[in-house]
């Protein structure tokens, strides 16, 4: 697969919610959700994009997290969603898909000629 280079503005405007997502996906650290995100095309988010984004959410009581042993090696940050950041996640979804649909509708190639 190609890697994709989307516009700062475009990362900085979704990243909390996709990062929101991957984490309800099941509890996590943030070398894997880097890997996630990649993996579903939105290309290489460094650390020093992600853990301030990891931190904010924790920090709005969306995410929790705690410290585990790692296996062989040092131990890990896991996070894992709260019950606010699942109802956030599914408001702020929903808004998002309103959105990109609205601004979609603008765009040159969905109008008709």
Not at 37 to 56: D, E, I, M, N, S
Not at 85 to 97: C, I, M, T
Request: net charge neutral; charged share 20%.
């Amino acid at each position: 697969m190609d890697e994709q280079q989307w516009p700062g503005e475009w990362m900085r405007g979704v990243l909390s919610l996709c990062v929101l997502a991957v984490v309800a996906e099941g509890e996590t650290y943030g070398y894997a959700v880097a890997q996630r995100l990649q993996a579903a095309g939105l290309g290489v988010v460094k650390g020093g994009t992600l853990y301030p984004v990891l931190a904010r959410l924790q920090e709005d009581g969306l995410l929790i997290a705690s410290w585990q042993a790692g296996d062989g090696g040092p131990g890990r940050k896991f996070f894992a969603v709260t019950s606010a950041g699942r109802e956030v996640l599914r408001e702020r979804s929903q808004s998002w898909l309103t959105f990109t649909e609205r601004a979609a509708g603008l765009l040159p190639t969905r109008r008709t000629a």
